[in-house]
């Protein structure tokens, strides 16, 4: 089951855990074959950003979506 991540300004207001924080966390945890799905809005955290934080992190991107200003991407751990 994928570890879900909102990178939204409602997620920012509702949550006592900064979602960035989230995000680090399960980059971090994240083991072998392990998938993150990232739910987010430009304004909070870039996509561009996002994919290369990925990409250093050791993951690959399956699925990328891309609207005005939201995005959704599903990456794996690994090759």
């Known amino acids: 089951m994928a570890t879900i991540i909102e990178l939204t300004e409602e997620a920012f207001r ?9 995000l680090i966390a399960a980059l971090t945890e994240a ?5 993150i799905v990232v739910v987010g809005e430009d304004q909070i955290m870039r ?9 250093q992190e050791g993951f ?20």
């Open 14 to 22: 509702s949550c006592r855990e900064k979602p960035t924080f989230k």
């Open 31 to 35: 083991g072998e074959g392990e998938e």
């Open 47 to 55: 996509y561009d950003v996002l994919l290369d934080i990925l990409e």
């Open 60 to 79: 690959r991107v399956v699925e990328g979506e891309r609207g005005p200003g939201r995005y959704r991407v599903r990456a794996v751990r690994g090759s």
